[in-house]
């Protein structure tokens, strides 16, 4: 079992955390198993999510066990949308977070740096206004965090305190920009009892991001 779940985890590996497949409905005992054993392995990779994801992938195996391939079903994508849902500390475009995102969890999404700046700089490098669609392509492809509400708001960028000043200022310096509310941010997470492991990874994918997309050099 442990071997076979250790291949599935390689295999997933190239694809990210994020690469968790729709289980949908499961018909056999063999198809039931396999998804356990792929999601098992995937659960491993999430600190967060595992621990809720476990409780119902064991469940699931114990249904399964008893020959009860429909509860298993049911217990089996319980723990994939578990896997799936944002975490705080998830780093990815902006779209990506929101289309994971789960009603009520208390967690937002924030644009680092602001997403006034980076528009900003690219009106600024294109020489005119973005059209809408640009807009929204831009907004949606953008790297964000997954934040406490309370954090997201403490941030040096949340609502007024992103004056038309400062957001000038960073559209010609983003990464400077990027600096300063991730340090902001690192405060403000540890601060509230995150641990700072976490934090400094989820910092480092999104400093990686950015570069990777062109927003910071």
């Known amino acids: 079992m442990d071997a076979h779940r250790n291949e599935l985890l390689a295999g997933a590996i190239p694809f990210g955390v994020d690469f968790v497949p729709v289980v949908g409905d499961i018909k056999s005992f063999a198809e039931a198993k396999s998804a356990i054993d792929y999601l098992a392995a995937m659960a491993g990779l999430i600190p967060v999510a595992g621990d809720a994801a476990g409780k119902a992938i064991k469940a699931a195996e114990t249904a399964l066990k008893k020959g009860d391939v429909a509860e298993a079903s049911k217990l089996i994508n319980k723990a994939s949308d578990e896997i799936q ?83 000038k200022q960073d559209a010609i ?27 400094d990874d989820a910092i480092r994918q999104l400093k990686e991001r950015n570069s990777q997309i062109g927003v910071t050099k």
């Open 85 to 167: 849902a944002v975490k705080a500390l998830d780093v990815g475009s902006y779209k990506e977070l929101k289309d994971r995102s789960v009603v009520g969890d208390g967690l937002e999404h924030d644009h680092i740096p602001s997403f006034a700046a980076i528009r900003q700089a690219k009106e600024n490098e294109l020489g005119r206004k973005l059209t809408p669609a640009e807009e929204k392509k831009l907004y949606n492809n953008a790297t964000a965090i997954e934040v406490p509400k309370d954090v997201h708001q403490a941030g040096p960028t949340y609502g007024g305190k992103n004056t038309s000043s400062q957001v």
């Open 173 to 199: 310096n983003l990464c400077g920009a990027e600096c300063r509310d991730t340090d902001a941010l690192r405060k403000n997470m540890l601060e509230r009892g995150y641990d700072p492991k976490l934090v």
